[in-house]
């Protein structure tokens, strides 16, 4: 048996583990599975490496995408420049970290550049990413290839370039791309959302949220209520995912 497998604290949420299944079941693979094993603490990530006998490949969910980097054999350039691991390929032991969070983005956000340039000109539109774990590391790194100009907010100055108070509406109406790479809002606490002062949106905004679960989380309600464009996590997720699936049939 071929076993892959999601690693995170908590993964009731998850959506992997039908994805892939249904995957293996389209492709005929009767011997590969998917499972999800939730790790207390990410010191335990050795011993499911040692007693988990056929395992081929992992991805990494919060908040272990940094935190994972030292338990590898290996890093991928890519995951080394962006300095966060969602993807592991187990060969004979051996592990090797990669990053396809950035391919996820990069195919989620590409669209939507297009419709932030203020109109008569070349000026690209600054964004917020909300968050400074490993998503974060991911989106800023597909913002700057792609010359966009950001803010990372976070809960601490030393991670981020602002903390949440400073994000004012004089922040807002000049960052018009904003991206929730944090888990406010996620199943089951659909009842929270970033704290942002949403009456400065407007339709000249496009607010994209890595939350999948709901599809469309209360941060993006309030995007709709205010005429903004929004962009749900889901594309991201299934991109990401199939480039997962891609690194492990070619390693």
């Known amino acids: 048996m071929q076993r892959y497998g999601l690693i995170g604290r908590k993964l009731g949420h998850s959506?992997?583990?039908?994805?892939?299944?249904?995957l293996f079941r389209k492709a005929k693979l009767a011997d590969h599975c998917y499972d999800l094993f939730e790790l207390a603490d990410i010191g335990e990530f050795p011993a499911?490496?040692?007693?988990?006998p056929g395992l081929r490949g992992l991805n990494v969910t919060v908040p272990y995408k940094e935190t994972v980097i030292p338990y590898l054999d290996h890093l991928d350039p890519l995951a080394a420049a962006v300095g966060a691991v969602n993807t592991i390929v187990v060969?004979?032991?051996?592990?090797?970290?990669y990053?396809?969070?950035?391919?996820?983005?990069?195919?989620?956000?590409?669209?939507?550049?297009?419709?932030?340039t203020d109109p008569g000109s070349a000026i690209k539109a600054r964004a917020l990413v909300l968050g400074s774990g490993g998503a974060s590391r991911a989106v800023a790194y597909v913002l700057r290839d792609l010359g966009i100009r950001f803010r990372v907010v976070s809960r601490s100055r030393e991670r981020g370039d602002l903390t949440w108070?400073?994000?004012?509406p004089t922040v807002l109406r000049v960052c018009r791309l904003v991206i929730n790479t944090?888990?406010?809002g996620m199943f089951p606490r659909v009842d929270e959302a970033p704290p942002l002062p949403y009456a400065a949106l407007t339709a000249g905004h496009t607010l994209i949220d890595l939350v999948y679960n709901p599809e469309e989380t209360l941060f993006l309600k309030h995007g709709v209520?205010?005429?903004?464009?929004t962009i749900?996590?889901?594309?991201?997720?299934?991109?990401?995912?199939?480039?997962?699936?891609?690194i492990w049939r070619e390693r």
């Open 15 to 22: 959506f992997s583990r039908k994805y892939f299944t249904e």
């Open 48 to 52: 499911l490496l040692r007693d988990t």
């Open 91 to 97: 060969d004979q032991g051996r592990t090797t970290g």
């Open 99 to 116: 990053n396809t969070d950035v391919a996820g983005f990069r195919a989620l956000v590409e669209g939507a550049v297009g419709s932030l």
């Open 165 to 168: 108070d400073q994000v004012d």
């Open 182 to 184: 944090t888990p406010l």
């Open 225 to 229: 209520g205010h005429g903004a464009r």
């Open 232 to 246: 749900g996590g889901l594309g991201m997720l299934k991109a990401q995912a199939d480039e997962s699936w891609r």
